[in-house]
């Protein structure tokens, strides 16, 4: 089982597409793409996603990435 990083498709648009298209070269999670996240407020002033249900922002696509890497290296030590 793969960890689950999950994208707003509103939030795409804003800015973290670029994280997606990173985070698509690699085979050790699992990538889901949904309408809406329900986080209407982070959505409008940040980039988000969810990972394993927590969400993670940042107020750049750089920043974002680095904070899911970690997330996805932490994910990896506890199993």
Do not use: T
């Amino acid at each position: 089982m793969l960890p689950l990083v999950e994208f707003c498709q509103f939030n795409l648009l804003k800015g973290s597409q670029i994280v997606l298209e990173h985070l698509e070269e690699r085979s050790d999670i699992d990538i889901l793409v949904s309408d809406c996240l329900s986080q209407c407020s982070l959505c409008a002033k940040s980039l988000y996603c969810s990972f394993e249900g927590k969400i993670i922002s940042s107020d750049d696509a750089v920043g974002l990435e680095l904070l899911i890497n970690d997330e996805i290296i932490e994910w990896y030590k506890d199993i």
